[in-house]
Structures are given as structure tokens and as C-alpha cells.
């Protein structure tokens, strides 16, 4: 990971996060989203936050793995649209800005370290790319999986891409273009989610996966990760797939979508 020169890194403890906490002991990092008003929507300073947080990680040889975790009753809702559409709301983060754009996808394909995904609320859209990213994901029996999409005129292209690495083509597809919930059970047999936990033994079963993965050499897990990214297929690349984004919010459709979101009302597509 090259996002953020090493110099900036240093002074992680003193820095302030907008949307996100930082938790550091014992060789493990934990990433909590913050921002629970906005159903921890990905905010351009969200992502810029996470990654510098993960290339951090990247380069302490002291730091073995990364836990996510989110605040309130959804993990992640995708997307913050109104930020796309340039209503950036302030913060107070004093993160420094990313010398390249982040391509929250690509993040996961260069940390070379376990990743474990604790997931206690709702997923949505691009909040798939902590799920399909990670080496281990923990949920909670009664979450709910949704690619809602293509109901809003949007299609979830880099989402795809992600979840094609994890789960059955055509189970990919086929939530992809239909735009259905997936029960979370449904989920772990298809390869999205490790195990399944109830709202009492996700924090234990967490600290025990850990607590297992310290037992084992990091750097041989490492090198094990960085090879698995290597040989694994990688798919089109991201920022073709943001680009297709761009294209398809931008349509009429896509334009019709969102503006039937806001208003509660059913679309009236064109196709075009």
C-alpha cells in the first residue's frame, strides 16, 4: 500500500477521525465504523480515514490483523449519495488527503494480513467490499444482506466484482439484477459469511478467532495472503467499474431512480 507517505502515518495517535475508531492492543487493530446517524454511509473522508488506517496497519510490524466492526443497527449502507452529488457535509478530521484516489475495493487486495469482519447490523451496496474483502466474516443471526441497486436505476459494478471472488457466479448475478435481500443463513452457504453467531457469542467468537490466529506465525500468513492476491483471478479492474458507475448514475434511469428514492415513490423508467 503507497497511499500515504510513511512520514504521515507516524502521527496516527494524535490524529482526529471524523467517522471512524481506532483501537490498537495486543497485535490486533480495530476499525469501528462511526458514523451510525448516516447508517455509516461511505463518506469520501470515511474512506480516506479507513484506508489510512489500513496502510498504517500495513506498515507497524507490530499490528498481526484488522477487525471491523460499525456502530448502530447497520454495518454499512453503501455509497453516501449526497456526498457523490458534492453535498460533502464538514468534519473534523484531520486525517491528511490521499495522494492518489482510494478505490475502497482495491484497499483489501494489498493488506496481506487477516482481516475479520464483524458484522452486527444490516449490509447494503458497497458495504459488501468489507465482507468480500475480508479473510473471516462473523454475522449476527438476524442481519439483513441487500443489493437494492438496480430498484434505484444503479447497478452495483464494483460491488460485483468483489463478491465474485467469494460466491457462485451465478448466485452473483442473479442477486445483482434482482435486487433481493439474501437471509443471512443463505449467505454463509453460498460463501459470503464465515459463521453465523447469535447477538450473544459475536464479540466472544471474535476474541477467539484472534486469540487462534496468534498462535500462528504472521509473517508466514503474510506471505501465504500475499500469494493467495497474486494467483487469485482478479476480475476487471475498479476504476473501469467506477467509471461504469458514473455512467449509469448519470443515465435517465439512473437519474429517475434516485430522484424516486428520495420522494418514495415507485420509478418510472425510460431505459435510457
Known amino acids: 500500500m503507497n497511499i500515504y507517505p510513511k512520514q504521515q502515518l507516524e502521527s496516527i495517535k494524535s490524529e482526529t477521525f471524523a467517522y471512524l475508531i481506532v483501537e490498537e492492543a495486543d497485535h490486533i487493530l480495530t476499525l469501528t465504523l462511526n458514523r451510525e446517524r448516516k447508517k455509516n454511509a461511505l463518506h469520501p473522508q470515511l474512506v480516506n480515514e479507513i484506508a489510512y488506517a489500513m496502510q498504517?496497519?500495513?506498515?507497524?510490524?507490530?499490528?498481526?490483523?484488522?477487525?471491523?466492526?460499525?456502530?448502530?443497527?447497520?454495518?454499512?449502507?453503501?455509497?453516501?449519495?449526497?456526498?457523490?452529488?458534492?453535498?460533502?457535509?464538514?468534519?473534523?478530521?484531520?486525517?491528511?488527503?490521499?495522494?492518489?484516489?482510494?478505490?475502497?475495493?482495491?484497499?483489501?487486495?494489498?493488506?496481506?494480513?487477516?482481516?475479520?469482519?464483524?458484522?452486527?447490523?444490516?449490509v447494503y451496496a458497497g458495504g459488501f467490499f468489507f465482507l468480500a474483502g475480508a479473510s473471516i466474516v462473523l454475522a449476527k443471526d438476524d442481519v439483513k444482506f441487500g443489493l437494492p441497486e438496480v430498484k434505484r436505476g444503479l447497478y452495483p459494478f464494483q460491488v460485483m466484482q468483489a463478491l465474485l471472488q467469494v460466491m457462485p457466479e451465478r448466485k452473483v448475478i442473479d442477486w445483482c439484477i434482482r435486487g433481493y435481500n439474501l437471509p443471512v443463513k443463505e449467505a454463509e452457504t453460498f460463501g459470503l459469511v464465515t459463521e453465523v453467531c447469535t447477538a450473544t457469542n459475536i464479540e466472544t467468537r471474535t476474541k477467539e478467532i484472534c486469540e487462534e490466529l496468534k498462535q500462528n506465525s504472521p509473517s508466514a500468513i503474510r506471505n501465504g495472503l500475499k500469494a493467495y492476491r497474486?494467483?487469485?483471478?482478479?476480475?476487471?479492474?475498479?476504476?473501469?467499474?467506477?467509471?461504469?458507475?458514473?455512467?449509469?448514475?448519470?443515465?435517465?434511469?439512473?437519474?429517475?431512480?434516485?430522484?424516486?428514492?428520495?420522494?418514495?415513490?415507485?420509478?418510472?423508467?425510460?431505459?435510457?
Open 230 to 272: 497474486h494467483i487469485r483471478p482478479s476480475g476487471a479492474e475498479h476504476a473501469y467499474l467506477y467509471d461504469m458507475f458514473q455512467q449509469t448514475i448519470a443515465s435517465a434511469d439512473g437519474q429517475e431512480g434516485l430522484q424516486a428514492f428520495r420522494e418514495k415513490r415507485k420509478p418510472i423508467w425510460t431505459g435510457v
Open 56 to 122: 498504517y496497519a500495513y506498515e507497524a510490524e507490530d499490528i498481526w490483523m484488522i477487525v471491523f466492526k460499525a456502530k448502530g443497527n447497520v454495518f454499512c449502507a453503501g455509497a453516501d449519495l449526497k456526498a457523490m452529488a458534492g453535498f460533502i457535509e464538514e468534519n473534523d478530521s484531520t486525517i491528511p488527503k490521499p495522494k492518489e484516489d482510494i478505490l475502497i475495493g482495491e484497499l483489501f487486495n494489498n493488506i496481506h494480513m487477516p482481516t475479520i469482519a464483524m458484522v452486527t447490523g444490516d
